[in-house]
Nanobody, 124 residues
Framework: HVQLVESGGGSALAGRSLRLSCVAS????????MGWFRQAPGKEREGVAI????????YYHDSVKGRFTIFQDNAKNTVYLQMNSLKPEDTAMYYC??????????????????WGQGTQVTVS
């Protein structure tokens, strides 16, 4: 059973940076689509950034391209989301999610079956 634990959320001023971490456990020798979704109050959950852990291919929501970077440390079973040039509209609960994959990933949350508990990001 895959478990995901997020950390690194908090508050930041607009224009500053935060880094989120998601540590995965409970699996061996598998490749996943793994990354970050967010949900702001009154809005639907949206995919922010995904990485295919088997090869490193990345996928981003248009609103974060050029500002956010997703990357992995396979030795630590950890995926990171580096968020630069933060904007107030980035304020949301951020969730780490994963799904086993043979290589193709998506930003559609319905496809993901492993989820972390979430970490709040507030930009003012």
């Amino acid at each position: 059973h895959v478990q995901l634990v997020e950390s690194g959320g908090g508050s930041a001023l607009a224009g500053r940076s935060l880094r989120l971490s998601c540590v995965a456990s409970g699996y061996t020798y598998s490749s996943f689509c793994m990354g970050w979704f967010r949900q702001a109050p009154g809005k639907e959950r949206e995919g922010v950034a995904i990485i295919y852990t088997g090869g490193g291919r990345t996928y981003y929501h248009d609103s974060v391209k050029g500002r956010f970077t997703i990357f992995q440390d396979n030795a630590k079973n950890t995926v990171y989301l580096q968020m630069n040039s933060l904007k107030p509209e980035d304020t949301a609960m951020y969730y780490c999610a994963a799904v086993l994959s043979a290589g193709f990933c998506s930003l559609l949350d319905q496809l993901y079956n492993y989820w972390g508990q979430g970490t709040q990001v507030t930009v003012s």
